[in-house]
């Protein structure tokens, strides 16, 4: 079956969890399921596997500073979602500002602030998760022509950084290339 696709401008693709991700509660990895990715932050192997194909056909391409925004914006543990989340949301209400619901209350958004996804509930949570540095212009448009091929699609047409890989335990044609050709 064909993956669903929402959105032609950024296609949203329905995630698979990797089989070794079943029962893993999200933000508590083990250290094995954790690989380090260049230049910085962590994700799961399979997405760490995914990401350095696809960065290196950005580097070939010559996609200056294709990276995650920081080390943050890779793997996140759950304790520096929440911490990121208590700083963002506050229970006071806000009016007119958009609200989550964490430990069964609703939390408000400071004003200038970006959303963020509750302790827990974030991909990030999984590592299969990464935000792009800038994704907007030539790099925007490199990756609507490329990321697919390597497994990964967007999660909200409204956020074109953040993107994540979908493909749980069959990695694409283009990973399995670039795995075979380096030996
Ligand atoms: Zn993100």
């Known amino acids: 079956m064909s ?9 949203i693709i329905k995630l698979k969890l990797p089989a070794d991700l079943e029962g ?3 933000g508590f990895l083990p250290e094995k399921l954790l690989k380090e990715i260049q230049p910085h932050g962590r994700l799961h192997w399979r997405a760490a596997e ?10 070939n391409d010559g996609v200056g500073f294709f990276k ?22 506050q229970l006071e ?3 007119n500002q958009s ?12 004003r200038g602030f970006a959303p963020m996804a509750t302790p827990g509930g974030s991909n990030h949570n999984y590592g299969l998760a990464v ?46 290339n670039y795995w075979a050709s380096r030996g």
């Open 93 to 95: 209400p806000i009016p």
């Open 50 to 59: 995914s990401w350095e194909a696809m960065r290196q056909k950005a580097l």
């Open 68 to 89: 995650p925004t920081s080390s943050g914006d890779t793997y996140r543990s759950y304790e520096s979602q929440e911490k990121g989340f208590r700083q963002r949301y």
């Open 99 to 110: 609200t989550r619901t964490f430990e069964g209350k609703k939390w408000y958004l400071k």
């Open 3 to 11: 993956p669903v696709v929402k959105s032609t401008a950024f296609p």
């Open 131 to 176: 935000d792009i540095h800038t994704a907007s212009g030539d790099r925007l448009k490199w990756m609507q022509k490329n990321i697919v091929a390597f497994g990964w699609s967007w999660e909200l047409s409204s956020e074109p950084w953040h993107i994540r890989l979908v493909t749980a335990d069959e990695p694409t044609e283009a990973v399995k």
């Open 24 to 26: 893993v509660k999200a």
